[in-house]
């Protein structure tokens, strides 16, 4: 049996006599019989460090790494400096808790004030929260928080990554706000279609851009469709790293940037942890959930940093807080600024170049192979549809250590490049998907 | 200095190859038309800032931590090479489910452990945290209620000294919170709750912490549970103080419906400075068929993905925070079926003789005879006497090192420090910390002063809260 219990039998017989109690189990004599657990756990017995590494181990090795992956689809592989991973094993960071405590958590603290200036940066918002649990979740808070006492319709397009849409559902299926899915044209929000929707009540709209196929939406004439009606918000759900090159939400006229922040130097790592990034104009602040960190000074004048407009939290509010969210994904977070403290603004701008100019590489050469593309404009990701197969497509490719893009349907593929992505490995796959009867 | 105040442009790392294929160009109009600021620091730089800041902060490697209801034991630094293993961290969620077999096999075992533990029959590991689990339970008592047609039950029972999330949660379920008082000893008042509940057909169900946060076990559970099942309610188990009570009491066997736990409490993994956490949630049979998310299932070693029939739907993308289990699963592999109730055991004997020695000079909370994995110190005759008052002592603390314990938590003592010191201290460590806290109340009384100024060792003194709510600064402003 393995343990992480330091006192020694004799400390133990010690401690209980001091307390005036003869047996561990004495300890335990006030809970009720009926509701007293008598058997044993129906578990394996413990083991040492060495058995249970060598365990686990066999179980990671049931797992396929792919040499090359060209899937995205709200999961992306993007290259990881060696310093990220470094910073998230420092013990401290690790191991603290939630940093109450601000006079012992600087460290802490301070990280999560750069991580929020890095987000307004990039998203052009004023208001960064400390994270929530990832690009789901965050568009879920983002949707409940544009309630308004009149405005209780969300509006969402059809175009969001599925999985989202499906936790959208499940906030407004607590909350009981209703759900409007604005439906797609041409594999884009169909902005004709929104004109229609907006009512009086709408509180808000929200569209993901580039979008779940990759698309770039009309998110500007969106945005202003939305504003149309009074207190009804614009929420974008961005790709963090297109914000290297392209519009920022606020040029855009969004009044909230949310996303997934997992490109941003976490791996994929099967689904999580990954990190929801929430930012919005000035004027809503009072409305995010979760942690915000704030600079201000102490008792002899040295600046500092605390959690701050605590007024909106659970722990001070209870039922009347802007949300339940106590634990968020401060390590993620952590991770979020390290990375683009390593690339800086021109390695950000690199990587997104690259992004989409992989991805227009590849899509040109899967065209020349017979593949039509489905997109007008486009990021890194894209659609194609073929008389081939899709499954016989991605069997060709796994073959070969590949994983394709996600099957969208028998026919349908959608593509992701990024700059791990190199020319030899695409012209390769292109290759590969042309032999495929 | 923040990183902001270190870029020097020019600097950078060279983490990325120049593009092999030739630049595309985006229309204009979709360009970014502000700079961007991100840091443009050499490694080197980085490296520092970050060592800098790991310097002012307080982990659980760094000393005794006992902040109550929050778990804050050892972090075994197998977990972490685990879950940092490329099996593991390479793996996309949507890659073909014969190449994720080894994840679906520690969802798997981790579910089954967890069940196990709990008394359940089902568990998801997808919900993030503790509040996004009990977000998560809430669903599955108002799916239940839905099916069976019962709209109108949307009251859930809340004690005063439950945790601030529990209302938070059942707001956002759509859900009425009825307050129910604790009697005299902390516990939950079985009459008053007698009384709200007798044939109201009203009633969603009741949150319970068991152990509560006052650190005791209710011995009434099992009719606090009764009353609510016998008005049609459901009854949900707050995780937060499972580490009491492993092998000994299962939430299950007290009558409870759903449960979520924290992995980053009872089962040793970091909270990397508030997360990622993982709340996985489970339930009873009758409320299986509306589990969120998708779970793993077994036949003959090889591993699939299903989903429960009238599923709520997800609670985030994905399959939750993954790495976290492998952290927990690692943990509970090596603990087995001996060591983890001997891990509460130990917890127990902790907080029981830290509460004895304590109780020379400081009162505690509802006088038990014998608490559970935490107690909680009442500071109002210091505050009354001396003017010192618990946020005083917390401070003092920090001057020794110590993470302070909870502060004025639970909200029904009204000077409380709510200390949980877990079974990976020991005896040494624990009697350190006592005459530290004995001594502080010492000087409570000579020279209370002295902790009105605390602390005075740390990387900043007390910080201007009210000032930074009224005029907030959120981010660095570039030039």
Request: aromatic content about 8%; proline content about 5%; charged content about 25%.
């Amino acid at each position: 049996m393995g343990t992480f219990v330091p006192n020694t039998k004799a400390q133990q017989q010690e401690m209980l006599k001091e307390i005036g109690f003869e047996k561990l189990d004495d300890l335990f004599a006030h809970i009720p019989d009926a509701v007293k657990f008598k058997d044993e756990l129906d578990l394996p017995s413990g083991m040492s460090e060495m058995e249970a590494g060598k365990e686990i181990r066999k179980i990671a090795a049931k797992n396929r790494i792919y040499d090359t992956v060209f899937r995205g689809a709200g999961a992306y592989r993007h290259y990881i400096p060696a310093i990220v991973g470094s910073v998230l094993s420092n013990e401290t960071l690790q191991t603290a808790y939630t940093p109450y405590q601000a006079e012992i958590s600087q460290g802490v603290l301070q990280s999560i004030f750069e991580y929020q200036t890095m987000i307004c940066d990039l998203t052009g918002m004023d208001v960064s929260n400390a994270s929530v649990y990832d690009g789901g979740t965050a568009a879920g808070e983002a949707v409940a928080m544009c309630r308004g006492r009149k405005s209780n319709r969300a509006l969402v397009s059809a175009c969001i990554q599925p999985s989202v849409m499906k936790v959208i559902e499940t906030y407004c299926f607590g909350n009981e706000m209703e759900l409007v899915v604005i439906p797609e044209k041409d594999g884009k929000t169909d902005v004709e279609a929104l004109k229609e929707l907006m009512t009086e009540d709408t509180s808000c709209v929200l569209i993901q851009h580039p979008n779940y196929y990759g698309s770039l939406e009309d998110a500007e004439e969106i945005g202003e469709i939305a504003h149309s009606v009074k207190n009804c918000r614009f929420i974008m759900s961005v790709n963090p790293i297109t914000l290297g090159t392209m519009r920022t939400p606020r040029e855009y006229g969004a009044d909230f940037a949310v996303g997934e922040g997992q490109p941003l130097g976490l791996p994929l790592a099967f689904g999580g942890p990954f990190l929801g990034f929430m930012a919005s104009v000035d004027s809503m602040k009072r409305n995010l959930p979760g942690r915000i960190v704030g600079q201000t000074v102490d008792h002899n004048g040295k600046t500092g940093y605390v959690l701050t407009l605590q007024a909106r939290e659970q722990h001070i509010r209870r039922e009347k807080a802007s949300s339940n969210i106590c634990s968020n994904q401060a390590l993620c977070a952590l991770a979020v600024g390290v990375y683009l403290s390593a690339m800086g603004s021109e390695g950000l701008k690199n990587v997104a170049s690259q992004c989409y100019s992989k991805a227009h590489y590849m899509a040109q050469k899967l065209a020349e192979a017979g593949f039509e593309i489905e997109n007008e404009e486009f990021f890194h990701e894209f659609v194609t549809s073929s008389d081939k197969k899709a499954s016989d497509v991605l069997k060709a490719l796994d073959d070969e250590g590949i994983l394709g893009g996600l099957p969208l349907d028998d026919n349908r593929i959608l593509w992701c490049c990024t700059e791990m992505n190199t020319k030899i490995d695409i012209d390769k796959a292109v290759a590969i998907v042309k032999e495929v009867k | 200095m923040l990183i902001f105040e270190k870029s020097r442009p020019g600097r950078g790392c060279s983490a990325i190859p120049a593009c092999d294929v030739e630049q595309y160009t985006l229309p204009d109009d979709d360009m970014r038309q502000s700079d961007l600021h991100l840091p443009e620091m050499a490694e080197v730089d980085l490296s520092r800032h970050y060592t800098e800041l790991a310097k002012k902060a307080h982990g659980v490697n760094d000393g005794f931590y006992p902040l109550g209801s929050c778990t804050m034991k050892y972090n075994p630094k197998i977990n972490e090479q685990m879950a940092g293993l490329d099996g593991f961290t390479q793996i996309h969620p949507l890659q073909p489910v014969d190449t994720v077999q080894g994840c679906l096999q520690i969802l798997k075992e981790t579910e089954d452990a967890l069940s196990a533990i709990t008394g359940m029959s089902n568990f998801t590991l997808q919900p993030a945290a503790g509040a996004h689990g009990e977000f998560t339970g809430l669903l599955l008592i108002k799916a239940y209620h839905l099916s069976n047609g019962d709209t109108q039950r949307r009251k859930i029972i809340v004690p005063d000294s439950a945790h601030g999330t529990n209302p938070a949660s059942a707001v956002m379920a759509g859900m009425e919170v009825i307050n129910v008082d604790s009697d005299d000893k902390g516990l939950v008042d079985v009459e008053k709750l007698r009384q709200v509940c007798e044939g109201n057909d009203e009633i969603a169900g009741l949150m319970l912490t068991n152990p509560n946060t006052a650190g005791l076990f209710d011995p009434n559970i099992k009719e606090i549970t009764d009353i609510i099942h016998e008005c049609g309610g459901q009854c949900y188990y707050d995780g937060a103080n499972l580490n009491a009570v492993m092998g000994w009491a299962r939430p299950g066997d007290m009558g409870f419906d759903c449960v979520h736990l924290n992995l980053h409490k009872t089962f040793s993994t970091p909270h990397g400075g508030g997360g990622p956490g993982s709340g996985p949630v489970g339930c009873k049979e009758h409320l299986a068929k509306f589990m969120p998310g998708v779970y793993a299932v077994e036949k003959d070693g090889v591993y699939d993905f299903a989903k429960a029939p009238e599923s709520l739907g997800e609670m985030k993308n994905f399959y939750g925070n993954f790495l976290v289990a492998v952290k927990a699963l690692t943990y509970i592999r090596m603990l087995g079926k001996e060591g983890i109730p001997e891990a509460s055991k130990n917890a127990v004997l902790n907080a029981n003789y830290m509460m004895k020695k304590l109780s020379a000079a400081y009162d505690i909370a509802f006088k038990p005879e014998v608490c559970m994995h935490e107690f909680v110190m009442d500071l109002a005759r210091q505050a009354k006497e001396t003017g010192v008052t618990a946020m005083d002592i917390a401070k003092g603390l920090l001057d020794n090192n110590i993470h302070p314990p909870t502060m004025y938590f639970p909200l029904t003592v009204h000077e409380a420090l709510m200390a949980e010191p877990c079974e990976t201290e020991s005896k040494e460590t624990l009697d350190a910390a006592i005459d530290v806290f004995l001594s502080l109340n010492d000087i409570a009384y000579s020279n209370p002063e002295k902790l009105h100024q605390a602390p005075v060792k740390t990387p900043v003194t007390r910080l201007d809260e009210v000032g930074a709510a009224r005029h907030p600064v959120l981010k660095y402003e570039f030039e």
